[in-house]
């Protein structure tokens, strides 16, 4: 079984409760469960992790080698606008990711109109809310199933 991990970064954990007419009202805890739930219908297994700690969140990409993963599924929050450290643990990794967003960034302040992950990603979804994250997961698997193993 391909394993896929899901990174969510800060303020994350908030899904539901902030920001609803931005960020929707799913709790991450629903929108979680139902990714977990489309893997397994498509063969997969995704491993879940939130952190408002950049730290954490760059030491669970550091360990996708040890976790067996072949795909990285993150929404960094804020951390898209800041975070080298990110990007460089993820291409230090090797391992391909989807950057997904609930919200249209490109339509919000300018200043959230830049990533430092977008230009490495795979491909990057944007605005279309928790509906993004099964985009994103099918997408995966669509590319994991045309390499071999």
Avoid: C, W
């Avoid at 430092?116 to 995966?140: C, E, K, N, P, R």
Wanted: charged share 20%.
């Amino acid at each position: 079984m391909k394993n896929i991990l899901l990174l969510n970064g800060p303020n994350l954990n908030l899904l539901g409760k902030r920001e609803p007419d931005i960020y929707g009202t799913e709790s991450l805890e629903s929108i979680t469960d139902v990714l977990v739930h489309e893997a397994e219908n498509l063969g997969l297994e995704l491993i879940s992790f939130q952190s408002n700690a950049e730290h954490e969140l760059v030491d669970k990409i550091q360990a996708v080698p040890d976790l067996g993963v072949q795909f990285i599924l993150i929404n960094p929050g804020a951390l898209t606008h800041t975070s080298v450290s990110l990007r460089d643990a993820l291409l230090g990794v090797g391992v391909p990711f989807i950057e997904v967003h609930l919200s249209n960034v490109y339509s919000r302040e300018s200043f959230r109109q830049h990533s430092y992950l977008s230009d490495v990603a795979l491909g990057v979804i944007t605005g279309f809310g928790s509906q993004g994250y099964s985009f994103a997961l099918h997408a995966a698997s669509r590319y994991l199933g045309q390499r071999e193993d």
